[in-house]
């Protein structure tokens, strides 16, 4: 599962690097699998964390986890991507008022 999952982050990501936007995703997505995601987590942590719960617990924590790395670098490219485009519109902005 933990393949399949974090498989289809991967591509999207490289996709949104390749086509320097993130158009057509919804932001909202990412959000609530990160929160779904870390919350998953912290609960089999706040549960104990003796070795003997966490390593049984081991495949699901690398699972969400990754997923929480990968979710959160889509969500930086949303901040990155809206920043430069913002940044591209106030400089042509700036070069049509001077000219």
């Avoid at 924590?61 to 929480?68: E, H, R, S």
């Avoid at 913002?86 to 070069?95: I, P």
Wanted: glycine share 8%; with cysteine; hydrophobic share 50%.
């Amino acid at each position: 599962m933990a393949a399949i999952y974090m498989g289809g982050r991967l591509p999207q990501i490289f996709l949104n690097i390749k086509r320097g936007n993130v158009e057509g995703l919804n932001p909202l997505m990412f959000v609530f699998a990160l929160i779904g995601n870390i919350t998953y987590v912290a609960s089999i942590l706040v549960d104990s964390m003796a070795w003997s719960k966490i390593r049984a617990n081991l495949p699901w924590i690398v699972d969400a986890g990754g997923c929480v790395l990968l979710d959160t670098c889509i969500l930086l490219q949303f901040i990155y991507f809206h920043h430069r485009r913002h940044q591209v519109l106030e400089n042509k902005l700036l070069n049509y008022n001077s000219a």
